[in-house]
């Protein structure tokens, strides 16, 4: 029996990573950990203060690193992030879209401007940075990867409260999957990464919310860090190990919470089943 022939390990070292929300959390673990196995990194954030300071602390520790600011709602800002990136580092072989903010509140009580900026950030600011970099990655050759971060909430059926969060992250699955097809004639890989409690401040996501878009939504559990949640830097180290090896999807979530997980999962799947019954006929879902 022929032995299946397994891939080349990616080598990161002498590669460069652009990082968007990275001025913190899981997007500041991702840049650590990139530049801890080679990569050149590119901090990015609306926070450009924040992002610098990642950016130099890394430095500190030997990474060829820069700090830039970016507002990944506005095409040219992430235009100018993408010149700035190939004028420092020459290419980009990783974009990891992980800019993302969270609000609460039913659909019913939820404005327009909530989904507005829901939307603005995770939908729309992820086609940006992709429409800014994918030309350029495109043109190149070698390993190339991009990385989307959407969440456990892509696969849940019943999220309270967070029901217009998880619309967004539902819409970054599908967009990233279709993506995954569209480039693979490019030799271009597309991971999604779905984090799920992390130990980030999304919970204070609104602090950078812009006026435009109406007075903020309530804030039901604060605005401090998610307890009992899973350390940025470990969400980062399964992220990138999913990069390496080309995962489509990539989870990282606390330990005590898979099996829970698992069963909002199979009761999306049942939804599935159900909605597939045809009238009359007997029916058994997956033995269940």
């Known amino acids: ?121 995770n939908i729309e600011g992820m086609l940006n940075c992709l429409h800014a970099f994918l030309p350029r990655m495109r043109a190149a050759s070698g390993w190339r990867q991009i990385m989307n971060t959407a969440s456990t909430h892509a696969f849940l059926p019943d999220p309270a409260g967070t029901a217009l969060y998880t619309a967004t992250k539902h819409a970054i699955l599908g967009l990233s999957l279709g993506l995954r097809g569209e480039l693979a004639t490019d030799g271009i890989g597309v991971t999604t990464l779905c984090p799920g409690q992390a130990a980030t401040r999304i919970l204070d996501a609104q602090r950078t919310r812009p006026a435009a878009f109406g007075r903020p939504a309530a804030e039901p559990f604060g605005t401090g860090v998610i307890p009992m949640s899973i350390e940025p830097a470990e969400v980062a180290r399964l992220a990138v190990d999913g990069i390496r090896r080309d995962a489509p999807i990539v989870f990282a979530l606390p330990e005590y919470s898979r099996d829970t997980f698992r069963d909002q999962v199979e009761r999306m799947w049942r939804l599935a089943d159900d909605a597939l019954v045809v009238p009359g006929e007997t029916h058994v879902a997956n033995g269940r």
């Open 1 to 121: 029996m022929a032995e299946i022939e397994q891939p080349e390990p990616v080598r990161f070292a002498g590669r460069s990573a652009v990082v968007t929300g990275a001025a913190g959390g899981i997007g500041a673990a991702l840049a650590a950990e990139l530049g801890a196995r080679g990569m050149s990194v590119v901090v990015a954030d609306l926070d450009g203060d924040g992002a610098r300071a990642v950016a130099e602390a890394l430095q500190a520790d030997g990474v060829d690193a820069l700090g830039a600011q970016v507002d990944v709602t506005d095409p040219e800002s992430t235009e100018a992030l993408a010149q700035a990136a190939y004028a420092k580092f020459g290419s980009v072989e990783l974009l990891c879209n992980n800019a993302g903010v969270l609000l609460f509140g039913s659909v019913a009580d939820s404005s327009i401007g909530d989904w507005g900026w829901l939307s603005s950030v």
